[in-house]
Nanobody
Framework: PLVESGGGSVQSGGSLRLSCGVS???????LGWFRQAPGKEREAVAT???????YYQPAVKGRFTVSQDNARSTLYLQMTSLKPDDSAMYYC????????????????????WGQGTQVTVNS
């Protein structure tokens, strides 16, 4: 399973760090963070591939940093300079089949998902 933590409420310009515990998978290709705001589609935030290749949505590049521990048992998302538009439910996801290699920011390529953690940025 994938278990997220670290969400909460923060003022605009603030920072938060999300964590995702990853366990129970014999094969992991891509790991990533996605988000979904009310009335909007789920979108990628940042993902990491099997060769430590990183992918970011343009809206968060330079503000968010995705990382993982050496064992790929924990995925992190450091978020800085947060904006109200960053408010959403944030989900951790994994690709256990390799499907995401052609589209690492496409949520449809990820087959395992956590329950999500809410991030609210107040203006």
């Amino acid at each position: 399973p994938l278990v997220e933590s670290g969400g909460g409420s923060v003022q605009s310009g603030g920072s938060l760090r999300l964590s995702c515990g990853v366990s129970g998978y014999t094969r992991l290709y891509f790991l990533g963070w996605f988000r979904q705001a009310p009335g909007k589609e789920r979108e990628a935030v940042a993902t990491i591939g099997p060769y430590n290749d990183y992918y970011y949505q343009p809206a968060v590049k330079g503000r968010f940093t995705v990382s993982q521990d050496n064992a790929r048992s924990t995925l992190y998302l450091q978020m800085t300079s947060l904006k109200p538009d960053d408010s959403a439910m944030y989900y951790c996801a994994s690709d256990t089949t390799g499907a995401a290699r052609y589209s690492p920011l496409d949520p449809r390529q990820y087959n395992a998902w956590g329950q999500g953690t809410q991030v609210t940025v107040n203006s």
